[in-house]
């Protein structure tokens, strides 16, 4: 009988992108032992693991970020995000890309490239990869005191990242750069991965609806396979009405910021999201389109410039 052939679903990647094809598990295990105790081969012939298992997920981020990225130290509290790394990194690539269209085709590297993380969460995951991969400094925001103080303790225990990332407490949880962005601070860009969903039933039932899709038979009570808080998944609105707000309050910004971008998940919602930038009197707006296999997405950015 012929092999099954194993479905390729990390073939639309960004081509810098470290994480093309199959994850090696061999070198991967090599980097961080405790993988191996989640890793099977699945029906297609493959070393893989059960990505329902939030354990496993983490052993596996944990290995790619030792292993690509040189991050010693990682770790989330239970029931937080855990972050698919080849997505995350995409984002940093595609922005580097942006950055690079406006740097005469060269991406600019180095500490002198100021990031701004809205919403940095307890995984600090942006900030680790982009330091890493170009060199950048950031500026890590968040409303929730125990994301930071996660945050913090990766930082201080990869001492290679200490003067690299900074982090900040937005007190006013409706404002989004107000009392982050300083009155001496530039960043070159900023970027966020908004909550998508406008309530945590909403959140819930798009659990449920992934899980039936990828045959995972339904059971009494349902976890988010990737964790995540309130704040990190949903708020009011939805991921429009975050999106919305963050193109309002940009305008106030826009000396201190170069290029700010978000992560659309939803195709629908960048129609309004161009209207608002018409509002704001946005001089560029780009679209960059993403894509994970099966999953699309996109970067909304948009510059006062």
């Known amino acids: 009988m012929a092999k099954k052939k194993h479905p390729s679903s990390k073939a639309s990647l960004h081509p810098r992108n470290k994480h093309q094809g199959s994850y090696d598990f061999v070198k991967l295990i090599h980097a961080y032992p405790f993988l191996e105790d989640f890793v099977f081969i699945n029906q297609y012939g493959h070393q893989t693991i059960d990505f329902f298992d939030p354990i496993a997920v983490k052993a596996l981020n944990k290995a790619l970020l030792k292993q690509y990225y040189s991050i010693d130290f990682w770790d989330i509290p239970e029931n937080y995000l855990c972050p698919p790394i080849p997505g995350r990194v995409d984002y940093i690539h595609y922005v580097a890309d942006l950055l690079a269209s406006h740097n005469q085709g060269k991406i600019p590297k180095g500490k002198k490239i100021k990031v701004l993380d809205i919403g940095v969460g307890a995984n600090c995951i942006y900030p680790l990869l982009g330091t890493q991969e170009y060199g950048w400094s950031f500026v890590g925001a ?70 039936k899709n990828l045959g995972q038979k339904e059971s009494g009570k349902s976890s988010l396979n990737f964790g995540g808080q309130q704040e990190e998944l949903w708020c009011e609105g939805g991921e429009l009405q975050f999106v919305k707000t963050m193109i309002l309050q940009s305008k106030t910004f826009a000396n201190s910021i170069g290029w700010f971008t978000t992560l659309i998940s939803k195709e629908i919602h960048l129609k309004p999201a161009y209207k608002c930038l018409k509002q704001v009197n946005a001089q560029q707006v780009k679209t960059i389109a993403m894509g994970q296999g099966n999953k699309k997405s996109r970067i909304l950015a948009w510059t006062f410039f």
Request: aromatic content about 8%.
């Open 142 to 211: 968040d409303i929730n005191k125990t994301a930071l103080a996660s945050a913090h303790e990766i930082i201080n225990n990869n001492k290679h990242l200490r003067n690299s990332i900074e982090l900040r407490w937005q007190a006013q949880a409706q404002q989004l750069f107000k009392s982050i962005v300083r009155p001496k601070d530039y960043f070159d860009l900023s970027i966020c991965n908004p909550p998508f969903h406008p309530s945590a039933q909403a959140a819930q039932e798009a659990n449920l609806r992934k899980l």
